[in-house]
């Protein structure tokens, strides 16, 4: 362990006196080069296990004097997702301005692929990671961070200590939506929301029964459609909806993917003008739809631009204590939100 606790990355030196052989036959069994037996490739293996020796997979012609690489990791969720895309892109521009080279991947929302990747980019030395860490279990992560990796944790905060974090207003703004539609006379306003095991889904539905509470208003459970992964389960949901004896008048969807499924379906029916819609996190197109989509707007580039002054502070030794910066949510009003219900309409 090093004075911060964080565990010092063994060398190939100890794997070598653990397995009781040269520094070059374990290079030779690492390389996958001839010259070794099997019960000497075996002992260097086994070595190497119980170490957590991991090869250093950096090109010499990569590493610097300061023994950097010169590279960091970005491991989002979905990077076909324009919200990733964009954050991706912010970290990107700041990079560029390092003379650092960027490494980014999509972990799927899965925690066995996210591990994969860590590992992946864990073993070629790249300076630091910025990751949306998936749902449920945050291991894997907790783990390369005792070994010393410098990370920042986006969108989504740390369930361990000693990490930074940026996130954004995403209970506050929810509420804020909920009030909205509260405000113009809406009484049935419907949820419509990304996997539950997300941190962020679990803001936004928090927000949501927070702005019903302030507003008066009961929750009614079959206006709540949950765990809902992109737009096609979207569309499901908002037509189940509109099947009800007593259908919603305005909608909250919590996440842009949700809330182009649930436009989709309003469209489809004829409903895009008599329904009012608030959705969290803007998209692509969103103002050139009739009516324009009303949105809360995540400032993405701020979030992007965020975490990679977090990370690089890390990479040059900023020892400081942990940041969670939060970047506000803003409310953009283009009309779908502030349709009002059929009792107040002239």
């Known amino acids: 362990m090093d004075s911060r606790g964080a565990r010092r990355e063994p060398t190939m030196r100890e794997v070598a006196a653990l397995a009781k052989v040269s520094t070059k036959t374990v290079s030779r069994v690492i390389n996958d080069l001839p010259g070794a037996g099997p019960e000497v490739v075996e002992r260097v293996r086994a070595a190497a296990r119980t170490l957590g020796y991991r090869p250093n997979l950096s090109a010499s012609s990569l590493r610097r004097s300061d023994r950097r690489s010169a590279t960091i990791g970005v491991l989002l969720e979905d990077l076909s997702n324009p919200f990733d895309s964009a954050l991706l892109r912010a970290v990107e521009d700041l990079a560029r301005k390092n003379d650092v080279l960027v490494l980014a991947g999509s972990s799927e929302d899965d925690t066995g692929l996210q591990r994969e990747m860590l590992t992946s980019l864990a073993t070629r030395r790249v300076d630091g990671m910025v990751v949306m860490a998936a749902g449920g279990h945050q291991d894997a992560l907790q783990q390369e961070r005792e070994r010393g990796m410098r990370m920042v944790l986006v969108d989504r905060p740390p369930t361990f200590q000693g990490t930074d974090s940026v996130t954004t207003t995403n209970r506050d703004s929810s509420r804020e939506a909920v009030l ?43 206006l709540v459609h949950i765990d809902l992964y992109g737009p096609d389960a979207a569309v499901t949901a908002t037509a189940s909806l509109f099947d009800l004896n007593e259908p919603p008048t305005a909608l909250f969807t919590a996440q842009n993917l949700v809330t182009v499924g649930a436009m989709r379906s ?15 996190d803007d998209f692509p197109l969103a103002d050139m739809l009739e009516p324009g989509v009303t949105v809360l707007r995540q400032d993405v580039p701020a979030l992007g631009r965020k975490a990679a002054e977090l ?6 030794g900023d020892q ?10 803003t409310l953009i009003r283009r009309g779908s939100g502030e349709i009002p219900p059929p009792s107040r309409r002239s």
């Open 180 to 222: 909205q539609l509260a405000g113009l006379g809406h009484q049935r306003i419907a949820f419509l929301g990304d996997r539950q095991t997300l941190w962020t889904s679990q803001e936004r539905y928090t927000g949501y029964l927070e702005g019903l509470a302030h507003a008066g208003l009961t929750l009614r459970e079959e």
């Open 266 to 280: 309003l469209r489809d029916r004829g409903l895009h003008r008599r329904v009012a819609l608030i959705g969290f």
């Open 311 to 316: 990370i690089f502070d890390r990479i040059k």
């Open 320 to 329: 400081s204590p942990p940041t969670h910066a939060v970047i506000p949510a």
